[in-house]
């Protein structure tokens, strides 16, 4: 290997923390430094046919000097400027605008992101925003499938549907939840004779009955909570009133008719 390339390597060892990464896998690895179209050349001069697109996001080809010509202009005029409180530039005001002419006729705006996780946390935090306007604060479940990859951020990994990816960032998201993947020829737990979207209903409908048994145990839950501030506040007037213990039975009966109280002598609360 080159002294160039083998210094290189190093450096990255070094200084170069990688995403989902091992150092078993980087003992040897590519080191790309040119793209032409779909083909990459590495360090050592080998051409690959880059099949990913850099990573999905190369859509239309490496080495197309009218973008490279574009993006230096505009670095020229304006480098960059956010769209936060009260700000705006014509660049991302051209391109919303042209996006929404090619996009379906039930779209009216979109929202900039700079990756696809980023994309995944913002509709996940557009979908509560959306749900609280509307008088829903708790409809908050994501339902996912199994063995998608949605990202590596917190959020999005919890909707990743591969425990690899959760095992040194757990706990994950409360929230989300996965179901199978449409595989026709591999489903899982499928019945027989079901199809791999009968299967995917099937667990939508068996989680949406899972969770609505857990809705109406947090409601008894809370109901049972209301009872007992209840019952402590009469007994603290009781107390107070010095109430006989007859009454104090009588009382705590009227608010719990569910909970029996047994009584006994008719004696003065001390």
Request: aromatic share 10%; charged share 20%.
């Amino acid at each position: 290997m080159p002294l160039e390339a083998a210094q290189l390597i190093k450096d990255d060892q070094d200084h170069l923390i990688h995403p989902l990464h091992h150092p078993s896998d980087h003992l040897e690895p590519m080191v790309y430094v040119r793209g032409r179209g779909a083909v990459l050349t590495d360090v050592q001069g080998r051409e690959y046919i880059d099949g990913l697109a850099g990573l999905w996001n190369v859509n239309v080809g490496h080495g197309r000097a009218e973008l490279a010509d574009a993006a230096a202009e505009q670095m020229r005029e304006l480098a960059y400027y956010s769209a936060y409180s009260g700000s705006t530039n014509i660049p991302a005001i051209q391109l919303a605008s042209k996006l929404m002419t090619l996009a379906y006729p039930n779209m009216q705006g979109v929202f900039f992101t700079s990756g696809g996780a980023e994309s995944n946390e913002s509709a996940f935090k557009t979908a509560r925003f959306y749900w609280k306007t509307k008088g829903k604060p708790d409809k908050v479940k994501v339902i996912a499938r199994s063995l998608a990859y949605h990202g590596v951020t917190l959020q999005a990994m919890s909707a990743t549907g591969m425990s690899p990816y959760w095992k040194m960032f757990e706990p994950r998201v409360p929230g989300f939840v996965h179901i199978p993947t449409c595989y026709p020829y591999r489903q899982q737990d499928a019945k027989p004779g079901e199809t791999a979207g009968q299967t995917a209903a099937r667990y939508d409908a068996e989680l949406g009955r899972f969770y609505r048994r857990l809705a109406v145990r947090k409601h008894r839950a809370l109901a049972k909570v209301a009872v007992a501030r209840k019952l402590a506040v009469r007994l603290y007037l009781m107390l107070r009133e010095d109430w006989t213990y007859a009454q104090l039975c009588r009382a705590v009966v009227q608010a719990s008719p569910s909970h029996p109280v047994v009584g006994g002598q008719n004696r003065t609360l001390e």
